[in-house]
Every structure is written in C-alpha cells, then in structure tokens.
C-alpha cells in the first residue's frame, strides 16, 4: 500500500542553518504530497502541500518539490529560527482524506 | 472562526473498559477524520466520515468505531480497551475534498492502565 518514508530525527540545526529532510514515498498512482508541523502541544498543521509531479509548495521560508521520477518531497529551508523547533511530517493522500503519515523528523534549532 | 475542538483533552481508563471521544469540526466542515499518533506507530489512520458516512476506514480492529451526527459533529468509541490503546487520538476536519487540507484538534490523550 501507499507509504512515505522520511529521514530519523532527531535534527539538531544551529540557527541561520541550512535544513533539508528528506521523505520519500511508495503510491500505486498519483498522490498529492504534504508536509504538516506539530508544534509542542498542539496539533498538526500543513506547512505546505503539492499536488501534481514539478510542483513546489512553499510557506514561511520551507519549500518541497514533487519529484516523480526519485518519488520524494524534500523539505528545505535556507536558514532555520529558533521558532521552527517542532515534529515535521511528510504525508500523501491518494483517496479523499487518507492521510498517510511518515514517522516525523523532531527538528531542534539552538541559538 | 473556532478551529477544530476535541474532548477530553485528558483521559485515563484501566483495561476493558470503554471510551468515548468526540470532536467540533471547523464550522462548514463535512469531513471528519480521526487518527492515532504513539510514539512507536506514528501516525495512523484509523476512518473518515462525510456527511454521517463513513467513507475510509483505516487497518484498525472492530473494537475501533464511530459515527458522525447531522451537525458534523463526530465522535469514536474505544471498546474493552488495552494497554496498546494509549496514544493521542487526533481528529482533523476538511471540506471533504479531494486532497483538501486537513485542520486538527489538539487531541485526545487516553492513558490505558
């Protein structure tokens, strides 16, 4: 069945660092792909999705681009704060609201 | 407008017995989903409702159910519980779409002893 696969964690970045996690995904068609953060104590929220091969979403400095032939989804981000310090999740969706999960990358940024 | 609300927040119950745990989407909402998050599993869908239907349903056992009300309003039920049952069980609603983003409640933290 359809899976996503992202890097272990924990990130540990100093601030003004470079951040990529890397996810990859098994579907049998064409999902679209998202990366949700969970900040402490709260729930998920989606940071930034794409819905077709080339896209790339982009939000508050992260960005991913759908790569259909290397099936990944890779977050980046030029220069991490302090305030990015959260759980992120690399997900896709084939069918209406089957949301299927990685297993999360906790991100750490130290002043 | 009010995001999406769960309750309880908190809840601790001893094996067998059973739980129930509801969710307020997002006004407008027609779709409510509903997953388990532990740290050993992740993530895991466990079923999505639409307009009182359920329309996915996740690899989870029977003792796992749920429905959804007129209003949108969607609660799932535990039965004779587990110690494996204890996560945070997080309810998310959308429009319904294809797709759509998905917006989630805080959770629900059940603690099984």
């Known amino acids: 069945g359809d899976s996503v696969t992202q890097m272990e964690g924990p990130v540990t970045l100093s601030e003004e660092a470079f951040l990529t996690i890397n996810c990859t995904y098994t579907a049998t068609g064409y999902p679209s792909l998202f990366w949700y953060v969970q900040y402490p104590g709260e729930g998920l929220q989606l940071l930034l999705k794409a819905t077709k091969a080339d896209d790339k979403g982009s939000n508050k400095g992260f960005e991913a681009t759908y790569r259909k032939e290397t099936t990944s989804f890779h977050l980046e981000k030029g220069s991490v704060q302090v305030s990015d310090s959260a759980v992120y999740f690399c997900a896709l969706s084939e069918e209406v609201n089957d949301m299927r999960f990685g297993a999360g990358t906790r991100l750490t940024v130290k002043p | 407008k009010a995001g999406v609300t769960q309750t309880p927040r908190y809840l601790i119950k001893t094996r067998g017995q059973q739980v129930t745990l509801s969710c307020s989407p997002i006004s407008g909402h027609r779709s409510v989903s509903w997953y388990q998050q532990t740290p050993g599993q992740g993530l895991q869908f466990l079923f999505e409702?639409?307009?009182?239907?359920?329309?996915n349903k996740g690899n989870f056992p029977g003792r796992f159910s749920g429905r959804q009300f007129s209003n949108s309003r969607s609660e799932m039920n535990v039965s004779t519980l587990e110690l494996g049952d204890s996560a945070l069980y997080l309810c998310?609603?959308?429009?319904?779409?294809?797709?759509?983003?998905?917006?989630f409640g805080e959770g629900s933290r059940l603690t099984v002893l």
């Open positions: 409702y639409f307009s009182e239907t359920q329309r």
């Open positions: 998310a609603s959308s429009l319904g779409g294809f797709a759509g983003e998905l917006f």
